[in-house]
């Protein structure tokens, strides 16, 4: 297979490696290619932060939220009465 | 009148002591089901309201769930199923979407923006713009994305909340994935 079609593999590859889907076989192929492809390793590299940051921000966001709607304590209220 | 025998006295006061258990244990999930919900709905007040519907819904029906599995994949999956029932699919997205870009094409645009290294790819995608990409992700695909990525719930669990098949589940976030990275590289190219 030529170099660009190494490449066009392993982008499609890249969310079934991330989310650990490939055989043990197709992986070894990912990762012999990773360590010879700057390009494609970069984005590997990147995808995982993408997400980690994707996931902070959309924590961050919603954290002051619910320090402060009282959601809890409305939840709460929602409860059958004991006994 | 019932009689009171000590038998039933003892089941009621055993069905009320496992009642309270499930409540504490659904009240101790609500902010990780409030942070579903946010991603599902557009404003928090729509998220806020979508909770306590559940809670309602989940309290009254508590005896349906089976002590022991995934709790919180069962409030989720009573939220998303009142979530359609508001009609949400009234507005189905499109099935199809114009073809999207493969995995790569966000990082080299970044790469062409100067931005490709790690720490600068987390200051050019704000906080704000990546809310809004993903809150531009048609339904279908956002609340894969979200229920797995965000929620870091399993694909079994998402199908089961979302009831449809796991290659579903697959198909979907891979795509969903696709379309945020696209919101996001059009975002960055243009930020």
């Known amino acids: 297979m030529t170099a660009h079609g190494d490449c066009r ?72 009465e004991p006994g | 009148m019932s009689e009171a025998t000590p038998d039933h006295a003892r089941e009621i006061a055993g069905e009320a002591r496992d009642r309270i258990r499930f409540e504490e244990e659904a009240l101790a999930l609500a902010d990780q089901v409030y942070r579903v919900a946010r991603r599902l709905v557009p404003s928090p007040e729509e998220a806020e309201d979508l909770v306590q519907d559940t809670y309602v819904r989940a309290f009254r029906n508590w005896r349906s769930f089976e002590a022991g599995t995934n709790l919180r994949a069962w409030l989720l999956r009573i939220l998303t199923n009142l979530n359609i029932d508001r009609g949400r699919r009234a507005q189905r997205a499109p099935s199809t979407q114009p073809v999207e870009e493969g995995d790569y094409f966000l990082y080299d645009r970044l790469d062409e923006a100067g931005a490709g290294e790690e720490h600068r790819l987390v200051e050019r995608l704000s906080q704000d713009s990546i809310v809004e990409a993903l809150a531009a992700v048609p339904h279908d695909f956002r609340d894969v994305v979200v229920l797995v990525d965000i929620g870091e719930f399993s694909y079994a669990d998402a199908a089961q909340i979302l009831d449809v098949p796991i290659g579903t589940v697959m198909s979907r976030l891979h795509r969903g994935r696709r379309i945020l990275k696209q919101q996001l590289a059009d975002m960055a190219a243009t930020g």
């Open chain 1, 9 to 80: 593999q392993c982008e499609e590859r890249l969310q079934p490696y991330l989310d650990r889907t490939l055989t043990a076989d197709e992986r070894a192929i990912v990762q012999l290619h990773l360590s010879e492809c700057g390009r494609c390793a970069r984005c590997y590299r990147l995808e995982e932060v993408l997400w980690k940051h994707v996931r902070n921000c959309c924590e961050e966001e919603v954290n002051g939220e619910l320090a402060s709607n009282g959601l809890q304590q409305r939840l709460a209220a929602l409860r059958s």
